[in-house]
Every structure is written in C-alpha cells, then in structure tokens.
C-alpha cells in the first residue's frame, strides 16, 4: 500500500478503529462482541455508527450466533472477541464454515502475543485450518480497513465466514488511514433453504463436500488475489511473512525480497514456491507458532534456518532484527535492579476488601478471570487457581468432589463473568449437590476491559435504558436457597455470610456488590490518615496492598511507619477495619 | 535524528500518558508526516507501567521502535523514564518530570525505589532534561496539566512546528480543558534545558 497523503478524509486510527470503520464502509448492519482486551475497542468504535446494530453479547458464542443469523438474513455482519473468546465461539464457528453465509460474515480474532491481558497466548490461525475458512492477516491499520472490505467480498463470493486474525500491536497500533464511503446494502431477508442451514448429518455431509471445493477455489484464487504480494529486492535474501511481521521485516531489512501473504489461509503454494526458486536465502518470520513454516516445508521448499519461529511472546524490530541477522549491533541491556511496577488494584476497590476477608479466613480460593485476579500478587495473594471465563465454579466444585470438604473453598467471579459463563456451572452445583460457597464480586461493569456495560447494568452497549437481570433472582431460580447481598466495604458482615456458606451442606451464593470506584469518582467518602500517637507499627494496614498507603519504614526498622495518601484514598475504611489500635481516622473536613 | 524521529513516553498508569502520545502523534500528522504509534490497553494500566511509543518521519514502517533508537525519552516519572533509558540512542536524550512515584506493592525480595535515580538516568552519558512538571502546571491552573507541561519541554528537542502542536492541542484536547493545556504547554516550551 502507498501512505495517504494528509488531509481531512486521513485519521489516525488504531487497528481495532480500522476494523470498525471497515465494516462500516462495508455497509455492515449487525456487529456483535463480548468485551476482551486487545478486541474490545472494535465494537465500541462500531456502536457510534447509527447505521449499524452493534451489541455486546454476554459472550462470544451468543455474539457469533447472533451474526450468523444476521449473515443468513442477508445482512453483512461483524463479530469480533479476543483470542480466548474464539475458543467459547468456536462450537458455531465449524459448523457455520459448513452453513457458509448469505450477507458476509467476518469474524475478527484479536490475538495476544506476548500476554499484555491475558490468560494464555495461543495461537488462532488454527482456528482457520481447523474451521476450513479463509483467514487474513493486515499490517498496519489501513490494510486493517481494506482487509475488512476485502472480508466481506470474499466471504460472499466463497458462500464462508471469513477470519481476519490480528495481534495486540495490530489492534493498539494506530497509523494514517484514509477513510471513504459506506456502502449501503438492504438484506434480503431470510430464505428458506435447509439443505444449507439445517446441519443435520445428511446435509452437513453434502455442505461438508462444498467446504472442501470451496477451499480448493479459495487456494486457487490465493494465487493471483492481490491479498498477496512478492516485493522483488536483494536476491540474496527472501523473506515470507504476514501481518505485523512484515513491517518487522521492512524496517531491519528493507532491501530484502518479501512475499508478503495477506490471506494466510489458504495458502498459495505456487507463489511460494516461485518466490523461493528466486531467492538464495528463505526465511519465514512469524510470530507464535510455525503456523507457516510447517505448511511451507511440507511443500518440500527448503528453508536456509532451522526452526526460528520463537513461539513464545511477541516478535518486535529487534527480534526480527536478530533473527534475520541483519547486521544491527546487539541491543543495550535494561539497567539492573528496578523496581517492578505491576498493575494494583485500585484503591477503594470493593474486590482488595472481600479478598481480605478471604485472605484472613485461609479458604482455597478458587479464582477466575477479571480485575480481582489481580489479587494474587503480594501481598493478598487471596487467590489460588485461574484458568478460563466462568473456571472458578467448576474447578471449586471438582476440587470439593475429590476432597469430600466443602468448608475450606470458595469460588470468586465477577457480575459479567458470571453472566458470559459461570451460570451453567452453578446449574451444575445445584444438580449433582454440591455445598459450594460461590462469591459473586459485582462491580456493576466489565471494568477490566475500560468498563463496558452487560445485561447486569441495565444498559446497552449504545448507553440506552434495558432491562437489568436481577443476579440474586436468577441465582434464587436456579435452586441455591442461601442467598445474600452485602456491600464488600462491610468486612464484618462478609466474613459472617462466608462463613455461614462453609459451614452449610448445600450451596450458598453471596453477591459482594460495590460499583467499580472509577465509575464513581465523585461519590468518594472522606480521605482517612494515620493518627500517629495511637499507631502501634503492627503493619496490618499494609497487608492488603492498598495503593494509597505508603510504607515508609526506614530500612533496618521494625516497627513500620506509614502514610495515607490523601489524594489517592477514597475512604472505603477497608484499613480501618484491619487496624487494631484504632489509628485510622477520618481525615478532617477540608471543605 | 533519523529519517523517522522516535520518541518513547513512560509512566504509571493513569497519568495520561496516552493522551500525550496522541496530542504529539496529531502534531506530526498536522506537519505533514507518516505517524505511527503504539500503547497499552486494559489490565496493564491499573496503576503499573505504561509506556507508549511514537514514530514520525517521510515513511514509518514498524509501530515499535528498535531498541538502541529512541531519539527522546519523555519520562512522566522517573523511574519509569529508567526502565527505558537503555534503549535511547547515544545523543538521545532524557525529558524528565521531577516526580517519584513508588510501586504501590514491593513484592518480597524486590528492590526498594532507587534513591539514586537521577544520577542513574544520567549513567548511560544521555543528556538529562527534569522538568518540576506539577508545580508549572500549578502555575497553568491545574496540576493534573503535569503530562502537557512536559510536551511543552519536549517540543523543544523536536522538528515540528509550534503551530502543529497548537493545532494538536485543540484537536484533542476537550474544550473546557484548552485554555489550561495551552497555557501548561506554553510554560514547558519556555523551559531551559539545564
């Protein structure tokens, strides 16, 4: 691509922007999205459009349905989710390679190498060879439009869902994009056609078939698309990648011979070999897995390096400089003995006080995804497994199964997380009689994501009024019979119901609800301090990690000395409680 | 400088950081360059390291700049602006708010916050700018304008024209925050370097 020239139709948008208006220009009239980071940004650039019907789903399997049924109405439609949530969407995205589509449907998988926000870094251009649809994979945030238009063509003139697979650098980066028009499209509306939307077993073996002469197509069209591109340069060095990867490449070797590869699924065997034969040298720089590297050597193209896919985090210039040793002195080491900085929750926040509860009943503590994992770290450490959305119910149910003890193990999940996919294990709890003591931690957002609203808040994802699902009615429906709403900030009171929860042979769900504190910064109650004459230097107020109280202990002293930081304190009195001297106070009014 | 002017902008989540990047990025592209830029999102900003990352120049390939080649390091604090010293170019140099902030957790056999901080961000031999951010913002009308004080301090060691900055500021800036914001700017272009 050339660089637009500036000018009031060029912005600067990050890759998730891109992608939005993308589908816009594409005339897209259903986006649907469970928040996750490095995707979340797409629906929410999606939702200002007026055009177009964007929603958070309560999670990526309903949000990919949903679209789906869009595309088979006629619609184009985008449903866009971080790598992980591909895995909890990946039941309708198979089936729906065999059902193809009717107005495009491009799913967009924000991958997260080097795990910025995430549980694991897995690789998704799987997803494509394991689903059969054809994926592709932009640079920079103007390919990240244009492969979005591209997307739709292709998934409507290939009757297939298309994967536009992008990474967090791709999705956080911004660059110049130039924007243009949309394109209006009416749906056709739904036509009856079950041999195409039925997926019984003798309709799915036919569909199955045109999946397979789909691909072939696919890979025939790879060959000469213009997704596709070699860059003739230096001879003696050719070098095969895609995405971010490319401008790796071009910013440490910019002389070098490039095929660069826009759909990466699937691939074009003829145009890779016919770049190999011309080159003396052939790397493929990926990152994460030889996704690549794999199908190019399994053409019998002969690579000049043994596996160099690193596999593990992200590629950045410098890798990719070292990799192709292209001749840059080696880089500086990061100075020696700094201090780390790793993200805190917040002070005031409602999930430090019901993990310090937790922390002080020595309970399992079986976790699960969303700010309050943060509560591992030092010095809570008030969480003992994580694993996936809606994990902690399962896992503290299996792990009371295989021990016989319910009184020693709780599960915490968050108000959307329940909602995307603790609900059914909690069902499961309920059935097979189970005592689990579950804590839903309900700060009334998905505030980890940069707080999006789900169908607990009562608004959508455009701001307007819903209807809002009542947990504790929900919990109530489902057969738990102990039910109870505390405010986290009482400590008193939490501890008393988890308790009870322990000592109980059947299941008791406590929703510890508090509003996220950034969401309400104006309602902060007064600032607290140290009375200095009545504090013992016990410490206990520096157990709980909370970033508005500053240890600053001479080095070599015992008895600690600390301070409130009155800016930073919001007053939750979660310290108060904790102290045994009665030291912390209401800072006086100022006001 | 190179072709592309790299300029790297550390500190702690929620210090506005971002915005600072993009009120810089919205500069160069009002003078006339290819800009790309880089940033974290979501759990990382909960008060921890943030660091963000801007290219300009004729053409900009990778929105990461290589290690070795930062031609500026804007450090909203200090021992941020450490943890990136090691990838400035030699003559680059080191724009630094006054200000400490201690990690809110000091994980058992960590080091505590090094006293020494500013004689280490001068240990690689860079040229070293502190800049008492927080009290010219005072000074502007509102302190948390700490972030556009130093862009002020900045825009001296970089090839764009005071008049993209200005029209920068009023691009991303909302408008009740403006008047402050050019005033904060104003006194950090007027800063000496020492």
């Given at each position: 691509m050339t660089i637009p020239a500036p000018s009031a139709t060029c912005v600067l948008l990050s890759g998730d922007e891109a992608i939005a208006r993308g589908a816009f220009e594409a005339g897209v009239l259903v986006a649907t999205s469970y928040p996750g980071t490095p995707a979340t940004e797409i629906l929410e650039a999606l939702v200002q459009y007026p055009e177009i019907e964007a929603e958070w789903s309560p999670n990526e399997k309903v949000a990919l349905e949903v679209a789906l049924g869009a595309s088979l109405a006629g619609a184009r439609a985008l449903v866009s989710m971080k790598h992980v949530g591909l895995n909890v969407a990946s039941d309708p995205l198979v089936t729906a390679s065999y059902v193809g589509v009717r107005g495009g449907l491009v799913v967009v998988s924000a991958d997260d190498p080097g795990m910025f926000s995430s549980q694991n870094e897995q690789d998704n251009r799987h997803y494509a060879r394991l689903a059969k649809i054809p994926m592709l994979e932009p640079c920079d945030s103007q390919e990240a439009k244009e492969f979005t238009r591209s997307a739709f063509e292709i998934s409507e003139r290939f009757d297939t869902p298309v994967l536009l697979r992008i990474t967090t650098r791709m999705a956080h980066s911004k660059s110049i994009v130039e924007l243009g028009e949309r394109m209006e499209r009416t749906p056709t509306g739904f036509v009856r056609d079950v041999a195409k939307t039925v997926m019984v077993p003798g309709h799915a073996r036919r569909r199955h078939e045109l999946v397979e002469a789909r691909m072939n197509a696919l890979a025939e069209w790879a060959e000469s698309c213009s997704l596709n591109r070699i860059e003739e340069g230096d001879r003696g060095i050719g070098v095969i990648c895609s995405g971010i990867a490319y401008e790796y490449v071009k910013e440490v070797q910019p002389k070098a011979s490039i095929l660069k590869?826009?759909?990466?699924?699937?691939?074009p065997s003829g145009l890779i070999r016919e770049f190999a034969e011309g080159v003396d040298r052939l790397h493929v720089i990926e990152e994460l897995d030889p996704y690549l590297e794999e199908q190019i050597r399994a053409l019998g193209v002969r690579l000049s390096h043994e596996p160099v896919s690193p596999r593990l985090g992200e590629l950045s210039p410098t890798s990719v400089a070292r990799l192709l040793e292209a001749g840059k002195s080696a880089p500086r080491a990061p100075l020696p003995d700094l201090p780390p900085r790793p993200p805190v929750l917040c002070a005031g926040c409602g999930h430090r006080a019901l993990l310090t509860v937790l922390k002080q009943l020595k309970v399992f503590v079986s976790g699960d995804i969303g700010c309050y994992t943060l509560g591992v770290q030092p010095p809570l450490e008030a969480m003992d497994t994580c694993v996936c959305m809606g994990a902690s119910l399962g896992v503290a149910f299996g792990v009371e199964k295989a021990t016989?003890?319910?009184?020693?193990i709780v599960a915490v999940i968050g108000d959307s997380t329940f909602i995307h996919s603790g609900i059914a294990p909690l069902m499961d709890i309920v059935y097979n009689r189970g005592a689990t003591t579950v804590i839903i931690l309900d700060n009334e957002t998905v505030a980890m994501t940069g707080h999006q609203d789900h169908p607990g808040t009562g608004r959508t994802a455009a701001g307007e009024s819903t209807h809002r699902l009542p947990l504790d009615e929900l919990v109530r429906a489902i057969g738990v019979r102990h039910v109870a709403v505390v405010d986290p900030y009482d400590m008193k009171q939490s501890k008393e119901l988890i308790q009870a929860g322990l000592r109980r042979s059947e299941p008791t769900v406590i929703i510890a609800r508090r509003r996220c504190v950034l969401l309400d910064r104006?309602?902060?109650r007064r600032a607290r301090r140290i009375d200095v004459e009545r504090c013992v230097g016990c410490g206990q107020c520096l157990t709980h990690g909370c970033p508005a109280i500053f240890d600053k202990t001479p080095e070599g002293e015992k008895k600690k000395q600390v301070e409130i930081i009155a800016q930073l304190?919001?007053?939750?009195?979660v310290c108060g409680q904790l102290c045994s001297a009665g030291a912390i106070v209401e800072e006086p009014d100022s006001g | 400088m190179g072709e592309v002017t790299n300029i790297a902008i550390a500190g702690v989540?929620?210090?506005g950081i971002i915005l600072a990047s993009d009120v810089l990025a919205q500069a160069a592209i009002c003078a006339g360059y290819d800009v790309k830029k880089n940033e974290v999102h979501g759990?990382?900003?909960?008060?921890g390291a943030v660091v963000s990352e801007v290219r300009f120049g004729r053409r900009v390939r990778s929105p990461l700049i290589p290690d070795g080649e930062v031609d500026v390091l804007l450090a909203l604090e200090m021992l941020e602006g450490l943890r990136h010293l090691h990838r400035l170019r030699p003559e680059g140099v080191v724009i630094a708010d006054e200000l400490r902030i201690r990690p809110a957790v000091r994980p058992p056999g960590a080091p505590g916050y090094p006293e020494d901080v500013v004689d280490r961000l001068r240990s690689l031999g860079h040229r070293l700018v502190l800049i008492p951010a927080a009290e010219l913002a005072r000074g502007a009308g509102n302190a948390r304008a700490a972030n556009t004080v130093l862009m002020g301090a900045m825009s001296r060691h970089l090839q764009l024209p005071e008049d993209a900055w200005q029209r920068s500021l009023r691009m991303c800036l909302r408008p009740s925050l403006l008047e402050v914001n050019m005033r904060a700017f104003g006194l950090g272009r007027q800063t000496q370097d020492i």
């Amino acid at each position: 691509m050339t660089i637009p020239a500036p000018s009031a139709t060029c912005v600067l948008l990050s890759g998730d922007e891109a992608i939005a208006r993308g589908a816009f220009e594409a005339g897209v009239l259903v986006a649907t999205s469970y928040p996750g980071t490095p995707a979340t940004e797409i629906l929410e650039a999606l939702v200002q459009y007026p055009e177009i019907e964007a929603e958070w789903s309560p999670n990526e399997k309903v949000a990919l349905e949903v679209a789906l049924g869009a595309s088979l109405a006629g619609a184009r439609a985008l449903v866009s989710m971080k790598h992980v949530g591909l895995n909890v969407a990946s039941d309708p995205l198979v089936t729906a390679s065999y059902v193809g589509v009717r107005g495009g449907l491009v799913v967009v998988s924000a991958d997260d190498p080097g795990m910025f926000s995430s549980q694991n870094e897995q690789d998704n251009r799987h997803y494509a060879r394991l689903a059969k649809i054809p994926m592709l994979e932009p640079c920079d945030s103007q390919e990240a439009k244009e492969f979005t238009r591209s997307a739709f063509e292709i998934s409507e003139r290939f009757d297939t869902p298309v994967l536009l697979r992008i990474t967090t650098r791709m999705a956080h980066s911004k660059s110049i994009v130039e924007l243009g028009e949309r394109m209006e499209r009416t749906p056709t509306g739904f036509v009856r056609d079950v041999a195409k939307t039925v997926m019984v077993p003798g309709h799915a073996r036919r569909r199955h078939e045109l999946v397979e002469a789909r691909m072939n197509a696919l890979a025939e069209w790879a060959e000469s698309c213009s997704l596709n591109r070699i860059e003739e340069g230096d001879r003696g060095i050719g070098v095969i990648c895609s995405g971010i990867a490319y401008e790796y490449v071009k910013e440490v070797q910019p002389k070098a011979s490039i095929l660069k590869l826009g759909l990466t699924h699937p691939l074009p065997s003829g145009l890779i070999r016919e770049f190999a034969e011309g080159v003396d040298r052939l790397h493929v720089i990926e990152e994460l897995d030889p996704y690549l590297e794999e199908q190019i050597r399994a053409l019998g193209v002969r690579l000049s390096h043994e596996p160099v896919s690193p596999r593990l985090g992200e590629l950045s210039p410098t890798s990719v400089a070292r990799l192709l040793e292209a001749g840059k002195s080696a880089p500086r080491a990061p100075l020696p003995d700094l201090p780390p900085r790793p993200p805190v929750l917040c002070a005031g926040c409602g999930h430090r006080a019901l993990l310090t509860v937790l922390k002080q009943l020595k309970v399992f503590v079986s976790g699960d995804i969303g700010c309050y994992t943060l509560g591992v770290q030092p010095p809570l450490e008030a969480m003992d497994t994580c694993v996936c959305m809606g994990a902690s119910l399962g896992v503290a149910f299996g792990v009371e199964k295989a021990t016989g003890r319910s009184d020693n193990i709780v599960a915490v999940i968050g108000d959307s997380t329940f909602i995307h996919s603790g609900i059914a294990p909690l069902m499961d709890i309920v059935y097979n009689r189970g005592a689990t003591t579950v804590i839903i931690l309900d700060n009334e957002t998905v505030a980890m994501t940069g707080h999006q609203d789900h169908p607990g808040t009562g608004r959508t994802a455009a701001g307007e009024s819903t209807h809002r699902l009542p947990l504790d009615e929900l919990v109530r429906a489902i057969g738990v019979r102990h039910v109870a709403v505390v405010d986290p900030y009482d400590m008193k009171q939490s501890k008393e119901l988890i308790q009870a929860g322990l000592r109980r042979s059947e299941p008791t769900v406590i929703i510890a609800r508090r509003r996220c504190v950034l969401l309400d910064r104006e309602e902060r109650r007064r600032a607290r301090r140290i009375d200095v004459e009545r504090c013992v230097g016990c410490g206990q107020c520096l157990t709980h990690g909370c970033p508005a109280i500053f240890d600053k202990t001479p080095e070599g002293e015992k008895k600690k000395q600390v301070e409130i930081i009155a800016q930073l304190c919001v007053g939750c009195n979660v310290c108060g409680q904790l102290c045994s001297a009665g030291a912390i106070v209401e800072e006086p009014d100022s006001g | 400088m190179g072709e592309v002017t790299n300029i790297a902008i550390a500190g702690v989540g929620g210090q506005g950081i971002i915005l600072a990047s993009d009120v810089l990025a919205q500069a160069a592209i009002c003078a006339g360059y290819d800009v790309k830029k880089n940033e974290v999102h979501g759990m990382a900003q909960r008060g921890g390291a943030v660091v963000s990352e801007v290219r300009f120049g004729r053409r900009v390939r990778s929105p990461l700049i290589p290690d070795g080649e930062v031609d500026v390091l804007l450090a909203l604090e200090m021992l941020e602006g450490l943890r990136h010293l090691h990838r400035l170019r030699p003559e680059g140099v080191v724009i630094a708010d006054e200000l400490r902030i201690r990690p809110a957790v000091r994980p058992p056999g960590a080091p505590g916050y090094p006293e020494d901080v500013v004689d280490r961000l001068r240990s690689l031999g860079h040229r070293l700018v502190l800049i008492p951010a927080a009290e010219l913002a005072r000074g502007a009308g509102n302190a948390r304008a700490a972030n556009t004080v130093l862009m002020g301090a900045m825009s001296r060691h970089l090839q764009l024209p005071e008049d993209a900055w200005q029209r920068s500021l009023r691009m991303c800036l909302r408008p009740s925050l403006l008047e402050v914001n050019m005033r904060a700017f104003g006194l950090g272009r007027q800063t000496q370097d020492i």
